[in-house]
């Protein structure tokens, strides 16, 4: 079956402009998340997703950065106002989720967008 | 003192070597996430294990609950090996993965 997907591949935007992300899971995969990595950087938790349940948003770097996922399944990440310093790779990955926030299910990751904030 | 700490962060070796990647952190976790990414960016799921360990072609993958570490090994290594190998562990409690900063590892041929 299709993997994860997200679009759009790259993104190219002026500082100060809002851009959004879109995460395709793997269908029947309830947990979803969002990492961010920057050049030469590793990987950086962002926000998780199980189900239908209340994200934590501890993780996401400012409150620039918010991120949604509708009826449990496609899910987007909103930067506003983006600046410099949000130029990064933003991967999304899915997983079945049957640990609730335990984190123990092989992750299937998407290919990323790679956001360019001049 | 980074929760989760990989070495060595760059180990080249020739074609045929056995290789190992270390894994130590130090928070309490339910398992331990090894990823594969490639040089044109895109990550694979490796390994997920919670104890003992876990094979999967020349891949071995080893945990020590008591002791905090997990190592990567592969066997008979070849250049298509090379890549980031990133391990990462679920925080107990918080809904939050850490990773360690990766090794690169390059096998020439």
């Known amino acids: 079956g299709a993997g994860v997907s997200q679009s759009p591949s790259n993104k190219v935007t002026e500082k100060g402009k809002d851009v959004e992300l879109r995460c395709d899971p793997i269908?029947?995969?309830?947990?979803l998340y969002w990492y961010r990595q920057s050049l030469g950087q590793g990987l950086e938790f962002l926000i998780y997703?199980?189900?239908?349940?209340?994200?934590?948003k501890s993780g996401l770097p400012s409150d620039r950065f918010s991120a949604e996922r509708t009826g449990g399944s496609v899910s987007t990440l909103t930067i506003q106002r983006t600046q410099q310093e949000d130029s990064a790779v933003y991967l999304c990955?899915?997983?079945?989720?049957?640990?609730?926030?335990?984190?123990?299910?092989?992750?299937?990751f998407g290919p990323g967008t790679r956001l360019t904030v001049l | 003192k980074n929760e989760v700490e990989q070495s060595p962060q760059n180990l080249t070796a020739q074609e045929g070597e056995f290789i190992t990647i270390n894994c130590s952190y130090s928070?309490?976790?339910?398992?331990l996430h090894w990823l594969q990414q490639h040089p044109g960016g895109g990550i694979v799921s490796l390994f997920m294990?919670?104890?003992g360990k876990k094979k999967h072609g020349r891949l071995i993958a080893t945990i020590n609950i008591q002791e905090k570490h997990s190592s990567l090994h592969i066997t008979a290594s070849h250049p298509r090996d090379s890549a980031v190998y990133i391990c990462?562990?679920?925080?107990?409690?918080?809904?939050?993965?850490?990773f360690g900063q990766g090794t690169r590892l390059t096998i020439n041929p």
């Open positions: 997703f199980q189900g239908n349940s209340a994200p934590d």
């Open positions: 269908s029947g995969h309830t947990a």
């Open positions: 294990l919670s104890s």
């Open positions: 990955a899915s997983s079945l989720g049957f640990f609730l926030a335990r984190h123990t299910d092989t992750q299937y």
């Open positions: 990462a562990v679920p925080i107990q409690g918080a809904q939050k993965l850490v």
């Open positions: 928070v309490g976790i339910s398992a």
